[in-house]
């Protein structure tokens, strides 16, 4: 057990989406490069997961964060 963390967390630029399992209120990231990658990702985990679009980082930080929810 060592010491937590305190650097700040880095984005890489493309895409973010989270899945969660349903009912649940935590999930993980996932990172696109391009918008087409992050479609056919969400079309995989819709059926069985949650899925949050976060949205498009750039230099860090979200420019777009568009908050959609893709629920069955």
């Known amino acids: 057990m060592g010491r937590p963390a305190t650097k700040p967390i880095k984005l890489k630029d ?3 989406i989270e899945i969660r ?4 209120n935590s999930g993980i ?3 696109s490069s391009t918008e087409e990658q ?3 990702t969400i079309k ?8 949050v679009i976060l949205g498009q980082s750039k ?14």
Request: hydrophobic residues 30%; positive net charge.
């Open 14 to 16: 493309g895409y973010y």
């Open 21 to 24: 399992n349903k009912g649940a």
């Open 29 to 31: 990231k996932l990172h």
């Open 38 to 40: 992050m479609l056919r």
């Open 44 to 51: 995989t985990y819709e059926r069985t997961k949650d899925v």
């Open 59 to 72: 230099n860090g930080k979200f420019i777009n964060k568009e908050e959609l929810h893709v629920v069955d």
